[in-house]
């Protein structure tokens, strides 16, 4: 199925969606079923986990490369680089030490922990679905739907204050393969002119140490096509770079 003809058909789906009986709790069964899958809750902290992603576009030359540092449990680091150029990087120690890089002015400044793991929301390697506990968000039950015309996917609706509203479909082996965004975004750290996923694939996952991450992903932001390859290694336990800019 050609991609323009696949995103239709996804909005279309997506549409036509209502909930179905015991929303609440099929939905958090088919989440934390996924969740226990992709088994990030159990990184253990003797490693650093480092993920550098590779960001391209085929209507554009431009290239970014995100990386990540993650020590359990909660220390973390962000970096978005275009070239030699740092574009946007967030980094926390998890206990008083909450940093944003601010390029216009090319430093580093101090966040408190509410608006630091607010940013961080878009970069965590675990995805949105991780905390949606601890995020105050709603699950509801959008039953079956045939998506990518392969597979009879159960679908779950995430809702919440600060959150896009996003539909999730699980293939039947309970991994993720398709995610498609249906509201705005409201938080205040939102920029004005900030785009919208509308839609989103993984398709293809990578096991590190027992856990198992998006490799492969694609999705498109108001018409644009971007590609995002990943690769993940176990680095020796470190905290030096959760406590520098």
């Known amino acids: 199925m050609k991609r323009k003809h696949l995103i239709a058909a996804l909005l279309l789906t997506v549409a036509g969606m209502t909930a179905h009986g015991q929303a609440v709790d099929t939905a958090a069964m088919i989440v934390d079923r996924y969740l226990d899958i992709m088994g990030t809750s159990r990184w253990g902290s003797d490693?650093?986990?480092?993920?550098?992603?590779v960001i391209t576009s085929p209507?554009?030359?431009d290239t970014f490369v995100m990386k990540r540092w993650f020590l359990s449990p909660n220390m973390t680091r962000v970096e978005v680089w275009h070239g030699k150029e740092l574009q946007t990087a967030l980094c926390s120690n998890g206990t008083d030490r909450f940093r944003a890089y601010r390029p216009k002015y090319g430093q580093w400044a101090?966040?408190?922990?509410?608006?630091?793991?607010?940013?961080?929301?878009?970069?965590d390697f675990r995805g949105p679905l991780h905390s949606w506990r601890a995020q105050g968000a709603?699950?509801?039950?959008?039953?079956?739907?045939?998506?990518?015309?392969?597979y009879d996917m159960e679908s779950v609706k995430m809702e919440g204050p600060g959150l896009f509203t996003r539909i999730y479909f699980?293939?039947?082996?309970g991994l993720l393969s398709v995610i498609v965004e249906t509201g705005e975004l409201d938080t205040a750290y939102r920029a004005q002119d900030e785009a919208r996923?509308?839609?989103?694939?993984?398709?293809?996952?990578?096991?590190?140490?027992?856990?198992?991450l998006p490799k492969q992903e694609s999705f498109m932001r108001n018409g644009e096509l971007t590609v995002l390859e990943t690769t993940a290694r176990k680095e020796k336990r470190n905290t030096l770079i959760f406590n520098q800019d």
């Open 47 to 53: 490693s650093v986990l480092a993920l550098e992603t």
């Open 59 to 61: 209507s554009s030359a």
């Open 110 to 123: 101090d966040l408190m922990p509410g608006s630091y793991y607010e940013r961080l929301l878009p970069y």
């Open 138 to 150: 709603t699950l509801t039950y959008m039953g079956v739907a045939k998506a990518m015309g392969k």
């Open 170 to 173: 699980f293939e039947p082996s």
């Open 197 to 212: 996923i509308e839609w989103k694939i993984i398709h293809e996952y990578m096991e590190i140490d027992g856990c198992l």
